[in-house]
């Protein structure tokens, strides 16, 4: 074999470093692989087992993974997944914020794109598209929520926070 050939097919075989190996957890479209619209199955099917079928208030059915620590909500009138949200230190954007991370690193990383949620004249959570951080006491994100609208904040206001 030719060096060259051999150079290319060592550098194929080899594996790649963890940091590149590891895709964000959290995306502007996803968490932990969870998409909006995706139907019941398809998101149970990618969260962590067990996995608990909550019937909640006002026409919300949520599937919720504590080991993944991961809930998918559904709304009725609303097709697929509404939100998901997460309380897991573990899944984190690119930028590596996520649950627990501070609110000084997350306003870092993506400073005048947030838009900050204010209720009773206090920001409670911040807005980055699709994405609600959740402000725990102002210090920390309790929770990172995906999803449209009002029903998203609600959601990711009143889910689990990280603790």
């Known amino acids: 074999m030719r060096p060259a050939i051999v150079l290319v097919a060592v550098a194929l075989a080899a594996p790649l470093p963890a940091a590149a190996r ?53 709304r009725t009138g609303t097709r697929g997944v509404a939100v998901v949200a997460t309380w897991s230190r573990l899944l984190k954007t690119a930028e590596q914020i996520g649950p627990c991370s501070t609110v000084a690193a997350l306003r870092r990383a993506y400073s005048s794109r947030l838009v900050p949620i204010r209720q009773g004249g206090r920001v409670v959570a911040y807005r980055l598209g699709r994405l609600i951080f959740t402000v725990e006491g102002g210090k920390k994100v309790g929770v990172v929520g995906l999803g449209l609208g009002r029903q998203a904040v609600y959601v990711a206001l009143n889910s689990t926070e990280c603790s």
Do not use: K, N, W
């Not at 964000?24 to 995706?38: C, E, F, K, V, Y």
């Not at 139907?39 to 019937?55: F, I, K, N």
């Open 22 to 74: 590891r895709s964000p957890g959290i995306t502007s479209s996803s968490i932990a692989g969870i998409r909006l619209g995706l139907t019941r199955p398809q998101a149970a099917a990618r969260m962590t087992a067990p996995v608990r079928l909550d019937r909640l208030e006002d026409g919300y059915l949520r599937l919720a993974s504590t080991r993944e620590r991961v809930e998918s909500y559904f």
